[in-house]
């Protein structure tokens, strides 16, 4: 364990106390418009104070953490598991069907990858859902790991261990799941951090631009209506202060995260520091 | 070789962009409901600006109508595409999007050059420096700090900074790419006024990129460090200075401006919405607010232009890149 992945979980940590106890505690319906005075100040009664539609800002900071985290978990997930499904099946049958997918894999790489969702998310006018944000993100959502699954699959595949398998007749499944895998958890493990911090960091964007679901109220949500308001013209500090710090607080954990695993996996990074 | 790897970059170059051009007419396709012809009609029907609209649905049936096989339909569209010609502007009829674009394309193209030249410069700077025996001690104080700016997207911090300089200190202005009052001129005050307003966007992706170069560049200076060439320059007895820039820097560069080519896309999307916060009058607003009014062919045409400068520039660097390295010029000339 490195100082930034013990960071990086903590702040992580704090974030999941406080939505999971948020959820126990908060009156969840109160992130919703018109459930709490105008534009107040924090207060015993509001202690994140309110927005200019009503909504009690510390609700909406309850529910927004988990719709965001709800979105980013999706999509990483989805992200994975097309990925890995993809990488398999190029490095497994090679050839042509490898050269193919490979190349549409960088061509999808080098297009860049919030302007094409961008296009896609604004297909939904007015009809976006956390749910719907979680698809559109996760159909780029696999890229990355498709290319980098695919590169310890063809590795892994002349291995011993996976010759000894192959020459005792095990299936090309059997092969996949039983020798494979579990040599790839790792990079798997790693692989679900960096997809899911990439679908947050792509959802809270393209919320922010106004693509997002516009009667939940997730964090980017959030960004979008205090700019859409004038949050700032109007001197409504704890209107900006709630979502910033929350979001802050989880970038800079996610990025810790990422570093500390790739310190953790790469002996080499962990030497030099 | 030389021709053969151009060759192979500007390959990939037409399969970025068509692959741009062509996205762009199928989602809306493939979408439940095709989100351009509802606009359309809901126009038509609401009937406010009438020949106006009627004008532009007549331009797009022509193009696109249901009546004409798809195959044929997606030609014209690429063709017209490739040709720089994307239509007109659904919310601002007689304006074409080409037009709104070269309007704000200056904007975000001086924007993001300043910014991202000054970051690439300031943070491999540092980074070579905290990977050298005597680093400055400026530099490794502020290295966590920066590395932890990283982490945040380039917006997230631009509202950060919003919030001290322009909403609690009142310093620099809050909003736009010069004041309300000023009219636009080729004077210095007006100069001075749009300094004034890019600050504190430029230094939003400066302060959030810095340590993303820096991060790299420590890396690439330690490898180098360890190369022969560093102890038998230090057996000579050259000086410290020396052997740093000439050695050290020009050595560990090489990496940094292949990542630089790489970054692009990454930092074009950042601008996007870093204009969007601070209501930059660049590509990023005019796309906030066509996605806003629903003006498709705006925000398909944004979005294509953005892929075709990044993909122009990718291309650029990597022609570039024989200039700093000699080792792949005297490859290419054999």
Redesign the interface.
Known sequence: MNARLAGGLLLLGLLVAFAGLGALFVDLADAQPLSAAVARPPSAEYPFGTDSAGRDLLAVMVVGTLLTAKVGLLAGIIGIGVGTTIAFIAAYYGGWVDRVLS?VI???I???????L???A????GRMTTTLMALVIASLAWRDPARQIRAQVLVMREANYVMMARLSGRSGMAIIFAEMMPNLLPYLGAGLVSAVSGAI?AS??LE????GPRHEPTLGMT?YWL?FEGA??R?M?WW??AP?TV??LL??S???LLIGIDEFANPR?RR?A | MMLLRIGRRLA?LL??VF??AS??FL??K??PKN?VET?LLQLTESGGALTDIREIVRAYEEKFGLNRPLLAQYGSYIKSTLMLDLGWSIAHYPARVMDLILRALPWTIGLLLTATLIAFTLGTLMGALLAWERSPWLVQALAPAVM?L????F??LG??L??LF???WQLLP?QGGYGLTTLPGWTWSFALEILRHSLLPALSIVLASIGHWALAMR?MM?TVQGEDYMAYAQANGLPPARRFFSYGLRNALLPQVTALALQI??L??GA??VE??FGYPGLGNL??QA??Q?D?FV??GV?FI??LM??TM?LLVDLLYPLLDPRVRMGGGT
Do not use: C, Q
């Not at chain 1, 080098?110 to 094409?116: A, C, E, H, S």
């Not at chain 2, 990283?150 to 997207?153: F, G, Q, S």
């Open positions: 190349l960088d061509v999808l080098t297009v860049p990858g919030l302007l094409v961008i296009v896609i604004s297909a939904w006018p960091l809270v964007g922010a631009l106004g693509l960004i700019i700032f013209l001197g500090w900006i202060l910033l979001l802050v970038f800079v996610m990025y810790l990074l030099r | 990939m399969a970025v692959t741009a996205l762009n989602l809306p493939l979408a989100p606009k932890v990283a982490a945040l997207p917006y997230l509202l950060v919003i919030y322009a909403f609690t809050m890396g330690i896309g990454h074009a999307a996007v919405l969007r916060v796309l906030f996605i806003e629903n498709y925000i398909y979005v953005i892929v990044i993909a990718m």
